[in-house]
């Protein structure tokens, strides 16, 4: 998605520690006009497949996934995270392993707001290692749902989630993918 | 907000404890016909003031905020929540009291992404005892930034945030007013 890769490179910030910093304009200040060209994208790309559900997760894969919802005309979900393992009954979970901010943690849905047999499409800002996704995916899998794939904002190539969420035959559709980026030499897009 | 209000008397699960569950359609699982129409009606109340910006606090405002946003052609920011209180300096900070969780947390704007002189509105699914809110002016002003008010989808008139907040002459806009609320009696509207 052209308009996306020319705000990357225009704002982001590479930081040490691979990370990158578009909170100017995509997960902390929102341009939300950004946020629809999004949503449109994503509806495209997901032209013809059945999405009953859109799933998140919090916090900034919410906005992203209210704003799509609006071209899919299916109401989001979205996960919530739990440093605690005890969660209730009433209540998917499933563990996720942050490497960013080095911690595990839960992951739950209310049990109500999954179904057994409906069609589930991911959205997520980031994919890196690909462990919120996995997550996400699992809770759909302990419910019964149908996962159609996931819709993913700025993949980062370099790192493996990616390529292991497509091994485990994941539909991914990535809006813009980094292949390599460090402060010195800046952004390459795949 | 009648159509609002028709869905809390519906599906809002008041619990012990003055928690009313609204889950359902809200702040887990959303509707984003019902999120259109809230941020049509946000549009209308504040018809003719003035916004630049749109600031709420994750995780479950920012949706609400984003598809708001699309009725003030603004962009959204939204505070981030931290147990720490050493943050760095290129960010506003507020101090926040939850009395739901029992927490004292502290929560945080980029410098660069709320300016001196603009116009901020502030947006959240919520007001009870009105910390957060609270937190959100309290960066507004620290940033020279001009208050212009709050939309609140549900406000629990019978805690006293609403009060206080108003006596500082702050602009409550609340969609729905909780008079009292009991697992025995219901939900009473003002």
Redesign the interface.
Known sequence: MQLLKDRIRAEGKVLPGSILNV??FLN?????DL??EIGKEFARRFAGARVDRILTI???G??I???T??YF??????A?KFRAKNIGENLYSAEVTSYTHGIDYTIT??R??LSRGESVLLIDDFLANGCALEGLAALTETAGAVLVGAGVVIEKGFQNGGKRLRENHIRIESLAIIESMSPEKGIIFR
Chains 1, 2 share one sequence.
């Open positions: 909170g100017s902390q200040q929102v341009d939300i946020y629809n919090e916090a900034s919410i906005g996934a209210c704003v919802a609006q005309k299916a109401p989001v979900v979205f919530r849905v209310p109500d707001y």
